[in-house]
DNA sequence: CGGACTTTGTTCCTGCGTTCACAAGCGGTT
DNA sequence: AACCGCTTGTGAACGCAGGAACAAAGTCCG
């Protein structure tokens, strides 16, 4: 494995890198319709993006189409996939196994992508045991030990809020560096360890902000009520 | 009410309004706790934010602050839900009761931050009747209906990837214009009408990612594998 | 075999978001 | 009453993402 056997793309920028794992999705689905290719057209449409903005996120890959026809749907899909690491499979752990939680780990989509739950843990006896998605849950104070066991770094919290921060604390001394948290607060973690934050109430609330600014219009100076 | 009496601030950017909903959130804690005042610096630590930007967020509303002390916890409060439009509750409808949706409907989050559920829509008839915090699921079939008759004009969609985009025309030609969709497809809507999508496998493939890009330290032109 | 059409890859540019840094203003103190 | 320190609010610069337009390249057809 030469170092220089990518020529080019150093770096990818967060946002593409979302996009990216849009695309793959898509690629699969048409992979599965039995499709051999795709002009960046019809993905950008199906993808909900810009077709500029399409062609421009996978050049960061490297030339990956041809041009005149568009890309190859196996190739592309195979060549997305070994970008974003979802050729190997990741092993994760999720702790809260209240109703959210139990959605998350019950999902499918997961499994398909190359990620798999090693560790379902919950602070609640009562649901220690329970099967979801075919792992048992395991009561939290395992934390340590499930993380160690299969070398986990990627870790989704879904725990009441007050005591997010603590299982944080926790994961993180435990070895994990990579974060995705469910709960409405703010995760401090020491540099080096990435959290994404999805704050599902916030959309809400972005969505309701936008709807009452549509409500009113603003004609130049004058303010029309519909 | 005159229309002159915000002095300041006719456009609010969507990722400042993001970030608002998060500072309410974090002083409804404050307020609970008894705190009377704040400094940006403590308010943006524990919103996960730099403090210069959210004094910029802030000052979108316009002066609320008191230099050299902070900001009145109460009154910024107060500021933030009307800015944001907390104070009106919203009638909102969900459609696909299924583990996420579930969760969803049962987060005694959202009622407290001025939405609530008034109908949710599922098409399995065995889970029709089912109570969820405390509102029984109807037959999707009922859409049209619901959304008339609580004038509803935001909707959240859980269903399968399949169905969604025939939900999501259904609720637009209901009167629908602001949809949170979860089903993982890009959902076409007509002008006027906003989707936020939030995709759960995006999150972890995107954290995924920069996981393994931490693994690989490039230094100089050398790779170091640690 | 050559031309024209289609589609990619890239470059430029515009606009937005974020961050830094400084001036303005208020309370506390002497 | 005046000074000093603290915090807000704002102005400017930087970097980044998004969109449009253009050039390169390959295929299909005459």
């Keep these: ?7 080019r793309a150093r770096v990818i920028p967060e946002a593409t890198v979302a996009r990216l794992a849009v695309y793959l999705r898509v ?6 319709a039995g499709r051999a290719s795709v002009s960046s057209g019809e993905l950008a449409s199906a993808a909900g993006v810009n077709p ?8 960061y890959l490297g030339p990956c189409g041809v041009r005149g026809v568009g890309y190859a749907v196996p190739a592309l899909r195979e060549r997305l996939a070994r970008a974003l690491g979802v050729e190997q499979s990741r092993s994760c752990v999720l702790v809260g196994m209240g109703n959210l939680g139990s959605a998350l780990a019950g999902y499918a989509g997961f499994g398909t992508r190359g990620f798999s739950f090693v560790g379902l843990l919950d602070a609640d006896p009562a649901r220690v045991g329970d099967v979801v998605g075919g792992t048992a849950v395991r009561p939290v104070d395992d934390l340590e030990q499930v993380v160690a066991e299969h070398g986990v770094t990627i870790a989704v919290v879904t725990t009441p809020a007050p005591v997010a921060q603590s299982v944080c604390d926790r994961l993180v001394d435990a070895g994990v560096r990579s974060i995705v948290n469910f709960a409405p607060v703010a995760l401090q973690v020491p540099a080096g360890v990435d959290v994404r934050q999805v704050d599902l109430s916030v959309e ?23």
Excluded at 52 to 59: C, E, V
Excluded at 204 to 217: S, Y
């Design 1 to 7: 494995m030469s170092e220089s056997r990518e020529p």
């Design 27 to 32: 690629l699969t689905g048409l992979a599965d």
């Design 52 to 59: 500029a903005g399409l062609r421009k996120d996978l050049s």
């Design 204 to 226: 809400l609330q972005v969505l309701a902000f936008l709807d009452q600014q549509k409500g009113v219009q603003v004609v130049g100076e004058q303010v029309v009520l519909p």
